[in-house]
């Protein structure tokens, strides 16, 4: 699904609705049983298979001084299908159905995520908390990461976030704040 929102929110603040969406939808997926676990930035993970995917993109060209225009949040949720239905290659991935064994009422699933939404898309201006509850959604944090960055691949330990939601990875060369970039969790043994 993709939403149109205007946030009554300066636009530095719009970075931020991504990973507040994948708090929202995380919270949302928890309590229909499915055990959703962030992958930073803006992936839903279960049992390290992808089920979910957020993007979100701003515009601030006809907004007044300092705000976006809008922001188009898109949630990307495999439900009610069978993971060999999406012919996807390369990578395991999971959908609602596949988890729970059943078929998700979709209206009920809908309404869970908007209502998330809305209410952790009201809290985004004390991003502090988002993160809490982030972190404690999250299956990046400690761990060996690979990403591609500037051309560059970078490995290292996810560390933790700063509070604009940056990553903070701990590599062999320092510390690196990383603002976007495709994680790849690495398994102990291959770093």
């Given at each position: 699904m993709s939403l149109v929102l205007r946030p009554e929110?300066?636009?530095?603040?719009?970075?931020?609705v991504t990973q507040t969406a994948a708090v929202g939808v995380a919270k949302a997926l928890w309590g229909f049983g499915v055990e959703a676990r962030i992958k930073w930035p803006n992936d839903l993970l279960v049992d390290g298979r992808k089920v979910c995917g957020i993007l979100a993109e701003s515009s601030a060209g006809n907004a007044?001084?300092?705000?976006?225009?809008?922001?188009?949040?898109?949630?990307?949720?495999?439900?009610?299908?069978?993971p060999a239905d999406l012919d996807v290659?390369?990578?395991?991935?999971?959908?609602?159905?596949?988890?729970?064994?059943?078929?998700?009422?979709?209206?009920?699933?809908?309404r869970a995520i908007l209502s998330n939404l809305g209410f952790e898309l009201g809290r985004i201006r004390g991003f502090a908390a988002i993160l809490d509850d982030w972190r404690a959604l999250n299956c990046t944090l400690?761990?060996?990461?690979?990403?591609?960055?500037?051309?560059?691949?970078?490995?290292?330990?996810?560390?933790?976030?700063t509070p604009e939601g940056a990553l903070l990875l701990k590599t062999s060369g320092g510390t690196v704040e990383v603002f976007e970039g495709e994680v790849e969790h690495l398994r102990q043994e291959s770093r």
């Open positions: 929110v300066p636009a530095r603040f719009a970075a931020r007044p001084a300092g705000r976006p225009d809008f922001v188009v949040l898109g949630v990307g949720l495999n439900a009610n299908l069978d290659v390369g990578r395991e991935v999971a959908t609602v159905r596949s988890v729970l064994g059943h078929d998700a009422d979709l209206v009920e699933l809908l400690g761990n060996f990461v690979r990403l591609e960055r500037f051309g560059k691949v970078l490995e290292g330990r996810a560390a933790d976030l």
